[in-house]
């Protein structure tokens, strides 16, 4: 089955509605900036590199019937992109995107309205191509980190869905599956939102990975039962000193992979690396509705009124991670020193 | 609102069947040691102390009926003992409280049936009253090892519904809560079958006491934000040198605390201690039906044919344990040296 989770068909962007699945696929029609808003906000897109993508074309929708002078477009993107950066604060691909796009505008500001418009939509088609790219290439690189029979423990999902193509995480796992046999997944579930039993179970299957499924609390008996060779996960956003804030759950792991002495690994492209912050402090921790957590496959679970702890994400710091694959290749500790050597990649 | 886990009429055994809580209060009735069984089985009562006295009873259902002889009575017993223990391998609770009905009847085996009957009752009612001295014994103890504005973590339900009364881990939270100022605690709501969502939370807030209530992957990241002052869980079975079965995810936050430097407390009576199994290696693992994983509330969330593991409980080692609370005192490592020493307690 093909599926993308966004794409432009040259009048409007269609979206996956990712809330839906493992059961319906069903696309949303995305008209404007708050349409795209909110499929970012809801969750209708979610993972770090598609939310990028989306935010993209939303600057794209929100400027192109734009109807007056190149200065007053300048200002009406800057109001967008702080319009759609808003929309979820942890990811720093959103940010990121919406940057490439305000800046390219900026580099060319003195040019007329009509072709403002053009490059817009060409940064955002580019931004779409370079993440599969970068994607396949996360894959080549963290493939090497693993060998025959290894079985690797992923939390959320990192496929195809959280990005355009082949996914960050899931693309060192689906490497792997294609260049080793006896490769095997441990998925975890990951509430509240279930992004590992109804997203990546889904990619598992549709890409025939042999795969368990465990709810978030058996990670560390699988771990302690020897079943773990490794573990990869993607990245919202990664500090200068490494420190990284991913879904909740994965500081969780971190730690109890260095308990258990298995490798911990992240998985993500160069645009999660936020070069304007030295440590995961900085990052801004999404808190979602307590819904999610009282709620799980949309009913109810705990007494009504009972209060609690929504963080959607966590920090791992630095010293708990064993390496970060990007697709420049694979970054060692000490990150402070080997993540800004990334910035004179002429690749970046 | 007044509950009761089980309560035994004179005639029937009424058990309070926790499947459809928090929101429905629906009582099954046992009228055979078969009621018991699937009632122990499918979960409509569970937590270790309560179906050891779920178990006794189920002992007693199956004898007031019996119509022959002294020996024929015994057989009968034992065949019935086995039968109730098969219905779920890890609590000990269970063996130990057929066994006392099956002891009792050994010790007076010369005697008539129609003694035996009575003394397999009243054997019966004796364990539902020790339950609930015990655990209030437990709340006691427990209790001293906090103090004002502490942050209670736990996991899973250890409450009255997993027991007689006041509960295991409960009752050091209640006892504390009674005690201190400030008392607060984040429960986690122990996938996959919710006990903590459903079932501690309901407990919490019958009880007035302040609680977040977080799914179990964001433990981790509220440790490292220094929320917790310490852990309590309850425990399923007790090896002698201090390795303990208790819930998917107790061994998680185990490690976790160690990590984090925070205490880390298993409250149980004594009757959950195995005397019999020198290491957690001995303790069987119950593993239950796929369904619970693949569904949450009663909900499929994950693809159709998608494998799991589903172990229900882990094996947390005794040397992250500070300490184990039980009703004759905290027993604190050496567990092989101090536990032992529980054997000649004259209130064993």
Redesign the interface.
Same mark, same amino acid.
């Given at each position: 089955m093909e599926y993308r989770s966004i794409y432009f068909d040259g009048d409007v962007v269609h979206i996956l509605d990712q809330r839906y699945l493992?059961?319906d696929i069903t696309y949303c029609v995305c008209n404007n900036e708050k349409d795209i808003f909110d499929a970012i906000r809801e969750m209708k897109i979610r993972g770090a590199p598609a939310i990028g993508v989306a935010a993209a074309y939303g600057m794209y929708l929100g400027l192109r019937d734009f109807d007056g002078d190149s200065n007053d477009f300048v200002e009406k993107a800057k109001e967008l992109k702080s319009y759609l950066d808003s929309a979820r604060p942890t990811a720093v691909n959103l940010a990121w995107a919406t940057k490439r796009i305000l800046d390219k505008i900026l580099e060319n500001k003195n040019n007329d309205v009509f072709l403002l418009k053009k490059l817009v939509l060409d940064e955002a088609k580019k931004i779409e191509e370079e993440d599969a790219e970068r994607n396949y290439k996360i894959g080549e690189y963290g493939s090497e980190l693993f060998s025959d029979n290894d079985t690797i423990m992923t939390?959320c999902n990192t496929g195809a869905l959280a990005t355009v193509k082949y996914g960050t995480a899931f693309s060192v796992i689906k490497r792997s599956y294609e260049k080793y046999t006896g490769i095997n997944v441990?998925a975890?579930?990951?509430?509240?939102y279930?992004q590992g039993?109804?997203l990546t179970?889904?990619e598992l299957?549709e890409a025939g990975i042999?795969? /368990?499924?465990?709810?978030?609390?058996?990670?560390?008996?699988?771990m302690?039962k020897g079943l773990v060779s490794g573990i990869v996960t993607g990245a919202d956003r990664i500090a200068l000193n490494g420190d990284t804030a991913n879904k #909740?759950?994965t @500081?969780?792991l971190a #730690?109890?992979a @260095? @308990?258990h002495k298995i490798p911990f690994y992240v998985a993500a492209p160069i645009s999660t690396i936020d070069f304007s912050i030295e440590t995961g402090k900085k990052i801004p921790i999404e808190e979602r509705s307590l819904d999610e957590?009282?709620?799980?496959?949309? /009913?109810?679970?705990?007494?009504y009124?009972?209060? #609690?702890?929504n963080?959607s994400f966590?920090?791992t710091p630095h010293e708990l991670i064993t390496a970060i694959i990007t697709d420049l290749g694979v970054v060692y500790p000490p990150f402070k020193k080997n993540l800004r050597k990334l910035l004179s990649n002429p690749n970046r």
């Open positions: 493992p059961f939390i441990i975890l579930e990951t509430r509240p279930l039993a109804r179970a889904f299957k042999p795969f /368990k499924l465990i709810t978030d609390n058996m990670s560390a008996f699988v302690q #909740v759950g @500081y969780m #730690v109890l @260095y @308990y957590v009282t709620h799980c496959g949309g /009913k109810r679970i705990a007494p009124d009972t209060e #609690v702890y963080f966590d920090i």
